[in-house]
């Protein structure tokens, strides 16, 4: 599809250029956008950083981040010879308003060579604590444009490191740009699968009529990494799993599975069920907060060659009691969940990598098979690796004897549709430039899922002791199994194997 010509001209401004989200998924972001001429005709690229680079030495290390990252490589050199003309890069410190007044300077002429009609689009690649600095001077010194132009705010997570943090941020935000000018970013929802979660629900009569504490057990997301902290660690001992990814990433995968459906699917109608389901969450106090949820924190295994305890990651506290895993039981309290319990966990060091929502059904087996030791049916959402869809159902065995068999009915995004899909990021970027802000959070979804995480961060800070140890390489701690064990249920195990069948 040729979109271009459906999109405004504008400027798309990076700061924190030199940074590791550029080099791995922005820079290939824009070249396949700009590979299937997805791009507008007057369009440029700024990076702005604090290392000494000129244009030609940013373009430079671009070009070889994209040899390194991008799926497709430079085969096609004239493509890149032409997105490289479009990218700029302007050295400043983000604390000096002389450096703003500069930029500002700096882009009306790139503006006037390029034809970008003063659009304006500032991506903040940077650390959190630079958002409202940076928000700040774009405003005072008259960098934001909006009389017949616009001028959008990207922000990476995490938006704030609780509840109160994040209402502070925002209104700092809030002061200089309008919230349909804020795009905060949650990659997840960017994801083939995730956004293939409400076509499963409400295209097929199969699954909407069942979707229902009627029919579902529990339903359960698993967000599992087999790596460790590697070079994050100095900045992850600072916010830990439960902010790093359960706040953002999961509980937006719980808000779409369970919302109700949405009157239409313009980002409106949909976020407006999302946060309607985001109330619905149980809010706990203190002492519920701790007896339904676990943390827990990766310690060396004598299984795994060279493995090390968290604490003996480089950047970390050695007494350090930051959570490397995060596992919570939540209730929504209305009328189609009521009574079905959602367990969700996300872990660093786990046996291997993998993030699943699974659908649990409850066994309406009739008496006829009451001898049988029949499975329950499961649907697993996989977002990665292999995205795709699961189905566990039961069926008869071949022979004369009456013998049943779960067996597997799989979909493999890959293998159907191509490798090719779009990543997440290129995805993101192209929302942005066309104000598309469907797969991204809105201020009241942060908060809610402020509101719904903040009683346990604080119920662990009071009691410091309740922080459980799980061996590299396993499932983690027995106290995440016991969490769910008292309801009379267990984890589901993550596939292993490619559900992907590549013919």
Not at 441 to 463: C, G, H, M, Q, Y
């Amino acid at each position: 599809m040729n979109s271009k010509n459906k999109l405004d001209s504008c400027i798309f401004v990076v700061f924190g250029a030199t940074g590791d989200l550029m080099r791995r998924k922005l820079i290939s972001g824009f070249f396949n956008l700009h590979k299937k001429n997805m791009l507008p005709d007057n369009f440029s690229i700024i990076g702005v950083g604090r290392r000494d680079y000129d244009d030609e030495a940013f373009r430079h290390e671009m070009c070889l981040s994209l040899d390194e990252y991008t799926k497709t490589k430079l085969t096609k050199k004239e493509i890149w010879r032409k997105l490289r003309a479009k990218i700029y890069y302007y050295k400043m410190n983000f604390l000096k308003k002389e450096g703003y007044i500069g930029l500002n300077e700096y882009l009306k002429k790139i503006e006037l060579d390029n034809d970008t009609k003063g659009n304006r689009i500032f991506y903040l690649s940077v650390k959190p604590s630079f958002f409202e600095t940076i928000s700040f001077n774009l405003n005072v010194n008259g960098l934001i444009n909006r009389k017949n132009k616009f001028s959008r705010l990207v922000i990476e997570k995490p938006f704030g490191r609780d509840l109160f943090t994040a209402r502070k941020l925002n209104k700092c935000i809030s002061k200089h740009f309008n919230e349909d000018e804020i795009f905060r970013i949650d990659h997840y929802l960017a994801k083939e699968t995730v956004q293939n979660i409400m076509v499963l629900r409400f295209a097929n009569g199969l699954f909407e009529p069942l979707w229902n504490n009627k029919y579902i057990d529990n339903i359960q997301i698993t967000a599992a990494e087999s790596i460790g902290v590697g070079t994050r660690a100095a900045y992850y001992d600072q916010f830990g799993a439960l902010r790093d990814v359960v706040q953002n990433h999961l509980v937006q995968l719980l808000s779409l599975v369970a919302m109700e459906p949405p009157d239409s699917f313009d980002s409106y109608h949909i976020k407006k069920r999302k946060v309607k389901l985001l109330e619905s969450i149980s809010v706990y106090d203190s002492e519920k907060a701790a007896s339904n949820s676990v943390r827990a924190q990766y310690i060396k295994s004598n299984k795994l060659k060279d493995s090390i305890g968290y604490r003996y990651e480089e950047g970390t506290d050695n007494c350090s009691m930051t959570e490397t895993y995060s596992a919570l039981t939540l209730e929504i309290k209305n009328d189609r969940w009521d009574g079905v319990p959602f367990y969700i966990r996300a872990g660093k060091k786990l046996k291997y990598h993998a993030t699943e929502i699974v659908i649990n059904f409850k066994d309406t087996s009739s008496k006829l098979f009451s001898d049988f030791n029949l499975s329950n049916n499961v649907l697993v959402l996989r977002l990665q690796p292999d995205e795709g869809i699961h189905l566990l159902f039961n069926t008869k065995k071949p022979g004369n004897e009456l013998n049943i068999k779960d067996v597997k009915m799989d979909f493999c995004h890959k293998a159907v549709f191509g490798i090719n899909t779009p990543e997440a990021y290129e995805r993101l970027l192209l929302d942005v430039i066309k104000n598309d802000s469907t797969l991204f959070t809105r201020w009241d979804e942060v908060e809610n899922a402020w509101k719904i995480v903040d009683p346990f961060l604080k119920s662990w800070e009071k009691n410091k002791t309740n922080l459980s140890f799980y061996e590299s390489g396993s499932w983690g701690p027995k106290e995440a199994d016991l969490l769910i064990e008292k309801n009379s249920h267990k984890w589901n195990i993550p596939i292993y194997e490619s559900i992907c069948r590549i013919r």
